[in-house]
């Protein structure tokens, strides 16, 4: 455990995790560090692709943040919106923080084209071309138009670099049926077997793209 205090400090990248309680899917909210007061801290309001998240008071929130190149998660609560010309949100200091281990877990929402081979004796090897919803280093999520059978095992061609084109065993673990009448029928898949050195290539790639939107982010904010 570090101290609560110590780890945050002005002008500091500040991540606040949000997960979906029914997929169960983590997204990345960004935002920074404005001040540390003696029994909170002020923040950015955190946002994603130019959208902001809603500040609900008393919501509880997991925020991640590297001091001295070691990572750490904790969570928080939003005690304040302050409206000013640079809204803030005040939020409350941690009362424990514990070195993040979430590598794999990180999604990044990107649509993608993507193949999946059934693999299954019943499908003779049948193809299905679709579009990735997000990728993480332990699996993925795609669109389908007809629904498979939970467990159903298949391969995964996704060409996520002109020079990293991954192929992988899977395994659907998830069906998330369409909330409303436009949404698609997705399918969360896990990787199976899937070799050390290429998950981190997945990650890298990850990492590379959250790089990129941070820069996009920052450009529309200013």
Not at 147 to 170: N, S, T, V, W, Y
Not at 215 to 220: A, D, G, M, P, S
Request: aromatic share 6%.
């Amino acid at each position: 455990m570090a101290k609560q205090k110590s780890i945050l400090r002005i002008a500091q990248k500040l991540d606040v995790i949000e997960e979906d309680q029914e997929t169960q899917q983590k997204q990345i909210y960004f935002s920074r560090v404005e001040d540390v007061r003696d029994e909170s801290a002020l923040i950015l309001p955190p946002f994603q692709k130019g959208l902001t998240m809603p500040p609900r008071i008393g919501r509880a929130i997991t925020a991640k943040v590297v001091a001295d190149r070691v990572p750490y998660i904790f969570e928080v609560s939003l005690l304040r919106f302050i409206s000013d010309q640079i809204p803030l949100w005040e939020i409350s200091l941690p009362a424990k923080v514990c070195k993040a281990q979430m590598r794999e877990h990180v999604r990044l929402n990107i649509i993608i084209n993507t193949k999946l081979e059934l693999t299954e004796p019943q499908y003779n090897g049948k193809t299905i071309n679709t579009l990735s919803r997000d990728v993480s280093a332990g699996g993925l999520q795609v669109v389908l138009q007809e629904k498979l059978p939970m467990g159903c095992k298949l391969k995964i061609f996704l060409p996520l670099l002109p020079d990293f084109k991954l192929e992988a065993e899977g395994q659907i673990v998830r069906l998330v049926p369409p909330v409303i009448e436009t949404d698609k029928l997705t399918a969360g898949i896990k990787f199976v077997n899937l070799d050390h050195r290429i998950q981190n290539q997945i990650i890298k790639y990850i990492f590379a793209k959250e790089a990129e939107i941070r820069l996009k982010e920052r450009e529309w904010c200013t």
